[in-house]
């Protein structure tokens, strides 16, 4: 389970240092979810032999043919939801299917698991448009990685509300044990103007009769 958390951890600093530093590199939540997957994905993204298989609605299963998956997925979906990105352990997924053969889904076991969330404030989409509904959105996806035993990280990038320390170590505690909140914000603090072009505006204010 450390290799696991090491090795995810790696993966989320070499992405958010570029996060960091270039955020319009990053205008959605699917831009980052895409970086980290491809830097996760020479790791856990070789194919590896399924053996823990079942096949339901007949008296007679036939055995399933020899078959191949690999511990990383996006947008895995389960009974609670979605997880934006999931690395497996396969031993302990059981792979369903049906009398005719039609894989069905993947049953999480006792395992070696580890689930990543990610949540961005520059979206329309979620209309995240006030820090509260910011926070909204964080918690909710708190309680959703809490239902799970296994290792899991929130991601949350804050390109709008700045949120103060006090509040993201709040969110950490609400985590409980088994989640890692990684709160990032860039390095131009909401403000992608010039500095010399803010110190004139903030002047050209300062003129303005009242």
């Known amino acids: 389970m450390r290799n696991l958390e090491r090795t995810i951890r790696g993966a989320i600093q070499r992405v958010n240092a570029n996060v960091r ?3 319009l590199a990053f205008l959605t939540e699917s831009d980052i979810q895409c970086q980290l997957n491809a830097s996760l994905l020479p790791t856990y ?5 399924i053996s823990n ?5 007949t008296a007679q299963p036939r055995a399933p043919k020899l078959l191949n998956s690999m511990r990383l997925h996006s947008e895995l979906l ?9 690395v497996l352990d396969l031993r302990a997924t059981r792979f369903a299917f049906n009398s005719n053969g039609r894989f069905g889904f993947a049953q999480l076991e006792s395992g070696s698991h580890a689930f990543i969330e ?3 404030s520059r ?7 006030t820090r509260g509904r910011w926070l ?3 918690r909710a996806d708190i309680d959703k990685l809490r239902r799970y035993p296994w290792l899991s990280f929130l991601l949350a990038y804050d390109f709008d509300f700045r949120l103060p320390q006090k509040e993201i170590s709040v969110l950490s505690r609400l985590a409980g044990p088994r989640t890692r909140v990684v709160y990032l914000k860039d390095v131009f603090e909401c403000c992608y103007l010039e500095e010399t072009s803010r110190n004139k505006l903030l002047q050209q204010k300062s003129h303005q009769p009242l």
Do not use: M, N, Y
């Open 118 to 120: 990610i949540k961005v």
């Open 21 to 23: 530093e270039h955020p």
């Open 123 to 129: 979206t329309h989409r979620s209309g995240i448009s």
């Open 45 to 49: 993204g070789s194919l590896q032999a």
């Open 136 to 138: 909204q959105f964080l």
């Open 53 to 57: 298989t079942s096949v339901w609605g």
């Open 78 to 86: 389960l009974p609670e939801g979605r997880i934006d990105l999931a």
